[in-house]
């Protein structure tokens, strides 16, 4: 069965962190770019970070920038978003999906692209 399953959201002050993993089965990720998006209720869906296939070049929203890690095991199968000094406005549904290799980072956080698999979310909260 072909899927990606998000894990390691949950309840975190603020100033607090997490780390979400991104487990993928029924395909490698190594062909892919692939990254994480979010989104919390009433607000549009919002690119956060991504990592390429080809060299591990890494990309991320301002709003993360020094904040958040992005990173790939391909041995693993695996991606994670190591996620630092949390703020009440990280808070979201963050789901990771897989981009086409030839999408550049922008364009893939920019939320236009085709995005073949997407897992089914994790809750981030951050609150005291």
């Known amino acids: 069965q072909v899927q990606l399953v998000e894990s390691g959201g949950g309840l975190v002050q603020p100033g607090g962190s997490l780390r979400l993993s991104c487990a993928a089965s029924g395909f490698t990720l190594d062909y892919y770019a692939i990254g994480w998006f979010r989104q919390a209720p009433g607000e549009e869906r919002e690119g956060v970070s991504c990592?390429?296939?080809?060299?591990?070049?890494?990309y991320y929203a301002d709003s993360v920038k020094g904040r958040f890690t992005i990173s790939r095991d391909n041995a693993e199968n695996t991606v994670y978003l190591q996620m630092n000094s949390l703020k009440p406005e990280d808070t979201a549904v963050y789901y990771c999906a897989t981009g086409s290799p030839y999408y550049s980072g922008s364009y893939y956080l920019s939320g236009q692209g085709e995005y073949d698999y997407w897992g089914q979310g994790t809750q981030v909260t951050v609150s005291s």
């Open positions: 990592i390429s296939s080809s060299d591990g070049s890494t």
